[in-house]
Structure formats: structure tokens, C-alpha cells
């Protein structure tokens, strides 16, 4: 008797979980300023058609560092360093409509950012 009525809870929870579909969109660039000036407008266009959004979400930094010979004969010893920054954001929606899916595929972002969709 006990085990038939977990089984019936363990039916429930799984389609409740079955119901919430996300839409996650992790969005990279190298300039911070640019990321957040595109996260801004994705974030007002889930809004404007009522979707309940969780983000952003800033992930961390990745950072490239990369060490050069100034000059490869006589001053050896002397190097250059430089870096490359990759800024990330995670943006959740949460039972996104397809009027929503097709306003943020519309969307006209600056160059310089990458953005990937995923559905959860």
C-alpha cells in the first residue's frame, strides 16, 4: 500500500517537471560594455510579452593570457604580455511562447557578441 502511493507521487513530480520548459541564452563578448547594453534589450523584449525572466546571471571571467619575445635576437629577455577577456551572461525564461521565441530570433544584436539558445 505504501509503495503505490509513492509511486503516484513520484508520477506527479515528474509531470510537473515535465511542464516547466526554459529557454536558456548564454550571451559572450569581449567588451563588458557591449554585453550588457544587448542583455539589457533581450531582457526587455521577454518582458515586453510577459515572460517571467531570471537573469542575467554573470558567469566568470575567462581570461587568455599570452607572453611574446619583443625581439628574438639581441633582447631576448624582453617580453610583451596580453590578455583576452570573454564576459559571459546567462539569461533564463522560463515557458517562453513562440511569439517570444520569434521577437529575440529578430532581434538585431551589435557585432562582437555571441549568443547561444538552448531549450531546458
Known amino acids: ?21 526554459k529557454l536558456r541564452i548564454r550571451v559572450m563578448a569581449y567588451e563588458y560594455k557591449v554585453l550588457d547594453i544587448s542583455v539589457k534589450q533581450i531582457i526587455d523584449t521577454a518582458l515586453r510579452y510577459d515572460a517571467k525572466v531570471v537573469g542575467p546571471i554573470p558567469l566568470p571571467t575567462e581570461i587568455k593570457k599570452y607572453t611574446v619575445n619583443r625581439s628574438p635576437f639581441v633582447y631576448k629577455n624582453a617580453r610583451e604580455q596580453f590578455e583576452m577577456r570573454v564576459h559571459r551572461r546567462v539569461i533564463d525564461i522560463v515557458n517562453p511562447t513562440p511569439k517570444i521565441m520569434d521577437s529575440l530570433t529578430n532581434l538585431s544584436l551589435p557585432s562582437g557578441v555571441n549568443i547561444d539558445v538552448k531549450i531546458v
Open 1 to 21: 500500500m505504501k509503495e503505490s502511493t509513492l509511486k503516484k507521487e513520484k508520477k506527479a513530480k515528474k509531470s510537473k517537471d515535465e511542464s516547466v520548459s
